[in-house]
RNA sequence: GGCGCGUUCGUCUAGCGGCCUAGGACGCCGCCCUCUCAAGGCGGAGACCACGGGUUCAAAUCCCGUACGCGCCA
């Protein structure tokens, strides 16, 4: 068994577009799964799509992962700083030892170079689906004589090396989540371990890495799986010891299909533009697919390195429900202190043009159980500061006729009141109510309609006491008299 | 097409042979609190545990099929 201290999980993203819900619950669980046990969580890019990548998605993918507070101990710093004993973490920049391997394995005839070209490659696969076969590699190229070899190569063919899979016998993954999952050699193929490039596909560049890098757990999507057995023959080959498997279930659309843009964003970075509280999008996060024998909703960060297992991993896969997320993030900025939450909404206030606006914190308290998202935060206060309201037509409609020449007197004995706070306020207005035989439903509603615009907000006379009484007379005063 | 994986309220899930006339959470509905909106409190509707066979005194839980969904190979 190894010991706590030797786990090592790694999170290894193709930079070939912006991190996904998807890829940021495995990055999480990997996280969570290393800081459970006190061990290391590593995260590789995976550059070897030499047409897909681009430094813009390593860029995107880091700036994810950090806004979410997922912390890699080894990895890449920038696009071009690494950091840690396995360097470097970029798998263009570690051709040299796949090549290596992959020579190795060539010398010992685990592996051989193979010349088909796309069209033989299809008219294979055409005949195999004529025939009902599986439509696979055949592997001519296994035996090709070495004149043969010579000719190709005069002629200026280029290759790929595929690995040669046993013909018989079963290879077994160990699954964590699943259990022993059975492959049938026979039907797996003869797969291309390196391009005709030169450079290493997905399934052979992995399995060198997680190696070299000893990796002691290689957690990841259910879509793996399938290539776990052809990457396991890979460990064989070489002599390597194979890490523990653990396949996550995937994450669907709120429909049961594959979660895509059609069900809205998917990006984490979209998440974080919309407002979202990033320590909620991790929670949220973490319960897709892992749960407590207790079904538990809301985690602190170390108890979530605490409770991970996983045990708790779920096999099937799970929807996205964009509601929960959103209750969950409510729930979080509801226990934010009214600063910390101030600097969280910084971004969205600024471009409000509401940062720094005195009484800023004071007005954002007032409101503080009704933020579900950051970016609710100005929009929820920014009539305290605008001078001209955007009235609602319900609003509209209680300061009407019937109610202006009431709200006139009231803001007459309002300007005369010595103390505009809340208590005063209160005291004042009920008793203006009460003289005038008026239910204070009567006199409340069109007076916060009058001061703010709108038929709904913060407690009123604490509304009123943070307007101050310029702008409550003024309002009323405007609001008494439309020009 | 082959292989593989999965299937408990709309959704996330608890459950690992008797405690289940299936528990919690989101959402939905109602009531209470209340100056509005929220938040909070209380309650409700909502799952014949995909279907069909077994095994067992007893199955959501074990086994076998079927269906459906998804993944991988191309």
Known sequence: M?????????????????????GART??????????????????IEDTDEVRSTHDSVDAILNSLRWLGIHWDEGPETLEKDRGPYAPYFQMKRLDSYRAFARKLLEEGRAYP????????????????????????DGRCRKLADEKRREFEAAGKKAVLRFRMPDEGATTVPDLIRGNVQFENALL???????????????????????????????RGDEHLSNTPSQLQIYKALGFEPPAFAHLSMILGPDG???????GATSVLEYRDQGYYPKALRNYLALLGWATAESQELF????????????????????????????MDGEYLRKLPTPELLDAAKPFLEKAELWGKPGLEKVAALEREKYKLLSDVPKLLDFFYKDDL???????????????????????????????????LEDTIRGFCAARSLKTS???????????????????????????????IERLRKAVHPN
Request: proline residues 6%; positive net charge.
């Open 2 to 22: 190894t010991t706590p201290s030797q786990i090592r999980t790694r999170f290894a993203p193709s930079p070939t577009g912006y991190l996904h819900i998807g």
């Open 27 to 44: 990055a999480l669980f990997n996280w969570l799964f290393a800081r459970h046990h006190g061990g290391t969580f590593v995260l590789r």
């Open 114 to 137: 193979c010349y088909c070209t796309k069209e033989e490659l299809e008219e294979m696969r055409r005949l195999a689906q004529l025939e009902k076969r599986p439509p696979r590699y």
């Open 189 to 219: 193929q003869d797969f291309v371990i390196m391009k005709a490039s030169n450079v290493p596909t997905y399934n052979f560049a992995c399995v060198i890495d997680d190696h070299a890098m000893e990796i002691s757990h290689v957690i």
């Open 257 to 263: 299909a594959k979660l895509s843009k059609r069900h």
């Open 300 to 327: 602190g960060e170390e108890e979530l390195f605490r409770k991970f297992s996983i045990e708790g991993c779920q096999k099937s896969p799970a929807s996205f429900d964009p509601a929960k997320l959103l209750w």
């Open 390 to 424: 955007d009235w609602t037509e319900k609003a509209k409609r209680l300061v009407g006729d019937g109610s202006r020449g009431m709200l006139g007197d009231l803001a007459a004995e309002l300007s005369k009141l010595d103390s505009f706070t809340a208590k005063p």
């Open 442 to 472: 009567q006199v409340f509603h069109p007076l916060r309609a009058a001061v703010s615009g709108r038929t709904e907000g913060p407690s009123l006379f604490d509304m009123l006491e943070a307007l101050g009484r310029e702008k409550v």
